[in-house]
């Protein structure tokens, strides 16, 4: 069972900068694929960003492109989500999600699942 614990989290205010990172218990062929959804209150469960792990490869959703970077460190089983120029509609509750899936976008297509990390902006 591959266990993902991210950290990093917390208030800015707008136009500020976070990073975020998850740290996955294990790499393997299921889980080739690591993302960030988010979750704001009242909404659904949102695709930010992913990487995979054996190729350098990224995604970013639109609304974030230009303004957060993902980046991995295969050594220590480690992505990160540097977050700059950050707006109020940011706000939500980070999630990362492991899984094989080339369909990166969906977060049905993910078996592991952190417990996510609460990110506020302020105006």
């Known amino acids: 069972q591959v266990q993902l614990v991210e950290s990093g989290g917390g208030l800015v205010q707008a136009g500020g900068s976070l990073r975020i990172s998850c740290t996955a218990s294990?790499?393997?062929?299921?889980?080739?694929?690591l993302s960030w959804f988010r979750q704001a209150p009242g909404k659904g469960r949102e695709f930010v960003s992913a990487?995979?792990?054996?190729?350098?490869?990224?995604w970013y959703a639109d609304s974030v492109k230009g303004r957060f970077t993902i980046s991995r460190d295969n050594a220590k089983n480690t992505v990160f989500l540097q977050m700059n120029n950050l707006r109020p509609e940011d706000t939500a509750v980070y999630y990362c999600?492991?899984?094989?899936?080339?369909?990166?976008?969906?977060?049905?297509?993910?078996?592991?699942w952190g417990q996510g990390t609460q990110v506020t902006v302020s105006s």
């Open positions: 294990e790499r393997t062929y299921r889980t080739n694929n």
């Open positions: 990487i995979s792990w054996v190729a350098d490869v990224t």
């Open positions: 999600a492991a899984g094989n899936s080339e369909r990166i976008r969906s977060d049905a297509n993910y078996a592991y």
